[in-house]
């Protein structure tokens, strides 16, 4: 029976963007940026950002370097935040709904800490709440030190929310992030990067 439901954050709750960031990173002097940003595991100094081995700071110096000019962190966030297109309604709805039903409701998400300025920040919907007021608890890979697809990632989430993989629905739409999960034994379901999935999720639960 499932009793938790585990989303990503980006492609999932948020439609991204890819396009746009690439973009911006380019427009702060990141020449080869549509090689630096990947859709769904980042790589470079972009990695060792969203695994939590340098931090925002360093990130920043390493980037004014490559760029060959001081960036700003807004500048940095900026940029970052280019990911993010649009945050529909109907997935927050949606979150709060599962929550109401009984069900845990839980991110699990590649991410860094430019992005969760804003994820975590009373803009995040427009309605004055952050990420917080939708889910029962965050996983962050930059905080955990482990990005997706590794296995270690689900079992550190598995292991604090104390259920077993069976006992998990993992919503992701990245293909070898749902394999890794479905390989441990969780339900997964992959959905487009800004399907509507609100309907698919609610009949899965329910039948």
């Known amino acids: 029976m499932i009793k938790t439901i585990i989303f990503d954050l980006g492609g999932v709750i948020i439609t991204l963007d890819q396009p746009e960031a690439i973009r911006r990173f380019q427009q702060l002097g990141l020449q080869d940026a549509v090689s ?3 859709t769904y595991t980042q790589g470079g100094i972009f990695g060792e950002l969203e695994e939590g081995k340098i931090s925002a700071e ?47 409701v839980v991110l699990l998400s590649n991410t860094n800490p430019y992005m969760m300025s804003w994820v975590r920040s009373a803009e995040f919907d427009g309605h004055g709440h952050s990420i917080d007021y939708y889910m029962d608890a965050c996983y962050c890979s930059y905080e955990l030190g482990v990005m997706k697809p590794s296995q270690n990632f689900f079992h550190k989430v598995l292991m604090a929310e104390h259920i077993s993989p069976a006992e998990a629905l993992f919503i992701d739409d990245g293909p070898r992030n749902v394999a890794a999960a479905s390989q441990m034994g969780m339900r997964t379901y992959c959905p487009k990067n800004g399907q509507d999935w609100t309907h698919e999720i609610i009949n899965y639960i329910t039948t």
């Open 36 to 38: 630096q940003l990947d």
């Open 58 to 104: 360093t990130f920043r110096q390493e980037l004014s370097r490559m760029a060959g000019r001081e960036l700003t962190y807004d500048e940095c966030r900026h940029a970052w935040l280019g990911y993010a297109k649009e945050v529909p309604q109907r997935n927050l709805d949606t979150l709060l709904r599962l929550r109401s039903e009984g069900y845990r």
